[in-house]
């Protein structure tokens, strides 16, 4: 019933569900309450009437299992990503054993130079638990790259439902009228930070933008 339920969500994605991620799913699902977070912190937050619009936050250096995809849609590219993220959370690593869901999960994403459009290319990263930052489980899936990323300063704004192209183009665009004119961040290089699985229909989400070095 689990993978039944699955099957309709990645066909929401435009993909199709392998048997092989039975496994995984299952194992997921066990371990569903225990999600360590990323560590950053929190630098400000701005808003008005004691809700918070935006905030801007510190993230350290960490080692990250990233895969790069580009399908023809967004959907198609992060789904088929985190399939692959999926085994080798669950036991396709050196170790082989279940490592641990770290949250959010980032998918990197750019935009075409007319910036109506995201060009296909997105890196899907999983940050990987702090027991294993010194040393992480090697991947069995070549696709798959373990990350030094540099320190990352960015400023977050929450969005809820799901992601496409449509609404991330959308929250992007949002997020600049309310910031206004800046060159302190990029302009090109996005990324989409999701904290829950996408079978929640209002799941929260975030548009980071990257501050310049």
Known sequence: RLFAHWEVVASTHRVS???????PIAQMARHSQAREPVPYVSL???????????????????KWACVTKGEAMYEQSI???????????CKENSVGCYLG?????????HLTKDETELEREVVTAYYLPGEFQQNPPVPMDPEIHITERAPLRVITRVFYGMTTEETILREISLFWEL???????????YIVASYEN???PQRRNEIWFICQA
């Open 44 to 62: 400000s937050q701005h808003g008005k009437c004691e809700e918070v619009a935006y905030e801007e936050r510190q993230y350290p250096a960490g």
């Open 179 to 189: 910031l206004g004119s800046t060159d302190t961040v990029l302009r090109d290089t």
């Open 17 to 23: 569900l392998p048997r092989d991620m039975a496994g």
């Open 101 to 109: 869901m770290t949250v959010p999960v980032l998918n990197e994403i």
């Open 79 to 89: 789904s088929m990503s985190f399939m692959k993220l999926m085994r080798y959370i």
């Open 198 to 200: 996408p079978s929640i």
